[in-house]
């Protein structure tokens, strides 16, 4: 592992190259903004800010990739390119590792050994799926032969978050691109530049222009021209419940277009007094919370425990946020880094001057300032919170933790459920029975039961309620971009 000295001179040494990348070309715009480091508080680069001309420019550009290009090559050829691309990740995996570290303030730990590593997997899996996955042939009468294929969509519009800057991205283009889509990506205003570089090592991999465009700006500009745009076929996108709520207001204001949605969560963490292990139960707990500064969609924000263990667990997860390294997050022992921004930095301080109001803080909730930047917030922990409380209810996006009692079983499931989310849980026995009772009973899309946030490329991720619809990773993910065609075919 590198030292701090050594990250800083390599990010130093770095090119930010902020301008949108359509139909294979750098392309600037007369607008732009700046892109601000959290973990240094100047100035990355100029952001173009693309419009509705340049998004115009982006499918078109998309659109002819996908009649010409890319959905005609066989599907060894695009198994190729994306097993290429996949290859250059990892070939450029300390430079894309910075870019996000830069842009999000991420821990560069975490980004070398799993953002990184992890895309270029996920990209490789579903390179395999594509000469893999094929079409059914229905029982039909005698005379008769249906063939029923699953063919692209077409274009496909991705906005993607700013908390797994590439990684998300990759989510999405992995399953688009291997189904023979051509995509418009629109990266998070705050975490572009790793985005940016994936285009270009797109075309390096041999993806024709146009395959793949990344334009640039603010939500409720440039992810409105992708919402509205009459040539999209199809939505994808990561982020908040409110602005999934827009694309689904665009998708019927434009061309009825799909959406998938990966929103919001408050996910519920409930650990009973019969866990065979509560000090790793404890380790897990704030790992489900303050991994990657809180900022995880599913980050298990509520704890629920058993009132009879609620003192002791509470002293147990407080021990082990207290040996968190809040740090710069270049520095290879820094375990939480700085939050996106000053804006989510100063929300997130608002949710705790609230939440201290209502429930007892017990631990950290102070914003401090390391090396100029002031996006730092401690590893916050509240008890005794009120189920009526913002901090109970809301998605904060932060590391904040309210922990929650139960006397019973039913009590537990009841809190848990009450949540206008619906996208993962973590239940904590050694009761087999109650593993699988409370499981079933939970409404979430992933319920993890002895270990908090299970995830896996082949298995699907996606949630319900105002969580959203559909599903990110898997072979399931596969039909959000393909649509089934049947050939029906009568012979004598």
């Not at 894309?96 to 953002?115: C, E, F, H, Q």
């Not at 063939?147 to 274009?155: E, S, T």
Request: glycine fraction near 8%; aromatic fraction near 6%.
């Amino acid at each position: 592992m590198k030292t701090r000295d050594k990250w800083e001179k390599a990010a130093s040494s770095l090119s930010f190259d902020g301008r949108a990348v359509i139909n294979g070309a750098r392309v600037a715009t007369e607008k732009t903004s700046e892109d601000i480091s959290p973990v240094t508080a100047k100035s990355l680069a100029d952001v173009s800010e693309c419009g509705e001309r340049e998004v115009d420019q982006a499918v078109a550009s998309s659109r002819a990739a996908f009649e010409n290009g890319w959905s005609r090559m066989s599907p060894g050829a695009r198994k190729g390119a994306l097993h290429k691309l996949s290859e250059l990740i990892l070939a450029n995996a300390d430079e894309l590792a910075l870019l996000d570290v830069l842009d999000m303030g991420k821990p560069i730990s975490d980004a070398t050994t799993i953002d990184i590593p992890g895309s270029a997997a996920i990209l490789n899996f579903y390179a395999e799926a594509i000469d893999k996955v094929s079409g059914e042939i229905p029982v039909t009468d005698p005379g008769n032969v249906a063939l029923v294929r699953r063919v692209p969509l077409g274009v496909v519009g991705a906005v993607v978050p700013w908390n797994y800057p590439l990684e998300m991205a990759i989510w999405k283009l992995g399953p688009a691109l291997a189904a023979g889509n051509s995509v418009v990506l629109k990266p998070a205003e705050q975490s572009p530049l790793s985005s940016l570089r994936l285009a270009e090592l797109a075309l390096e991999a041999g993806l024709p222009e146009g395959t793949l465009n990344v334009v640039t700006g603010q939500g409720e500009t440039t992810g409105a021209a992708v919402g509205l745009h009459p040539d999209i076929d199809v939505l994808t996108f990561t982020g908040s419940t409110q602005v999934g709520k827009y694309f689904m207001k665009y998708s019927g204001e434009s061309n009825m277009k799909q959406v998938w949605l990966e929103c919001g969560g408050k996910s519920p963490n409930l650990v009973f007094a019969d866990t065979a292990n509560l000090e790793e139960a404890a380790e897990f707990a704030a790992r489900a919370i303050f991994f990657n500064q809180g900022e995880v969609c599913s980050a298990n924000s509520r704890l629920l425990v058993e009132k009879s263990i609620v003192e002791q667990f509470t002293e147990l997860v407080i021990n082990q946020a207290k040996k968190i390294k809040l740090g710069n997050p270049l520095d290879p022992t820094t375990t939480m880094g700085p939050l996106v921004d000053r804006n989510q930095t100063g929300r997130v301080a608002e949710f705790i001057a609230s939440g201290s109001d209502s429930a007892k803080l017990a631990h950290g909730g102070s914003r401090l300032t390391i090396d100029g930047s002031d996006c730092y917030i401690e590893p916050t922990v509240f008890t005794n919170v009120p189920l009526q409380s913002s901090i109970a209810n809301d998605e904060i996006f932060g590391p904040v933790l309210s922990i929650l009692s139960f006397e019973t079983e039913a009590e537990a499931i009841s809190i848990a459920n009450n949540s206008i989310y619906g996208l993962a849980a973590s239940v904590w026995t050694s009761n087999l029975s109650r593993a699988h009772r409370v499981s079933d009973a939970l409404h979430a899309g992933t319920v993890s039961v002895n270990t908090v946030d299970a995830l896996g490329m082949n298995i699907p991720f996606g949630g319900f309620k105002q969580s959203g619809f559909g599903r990110d990773l898997s072979l399931h993910a596969l039909e959000k971009f393909t649509g089934l065609k049947t050939t029906w075919i009568r012979y004598e």
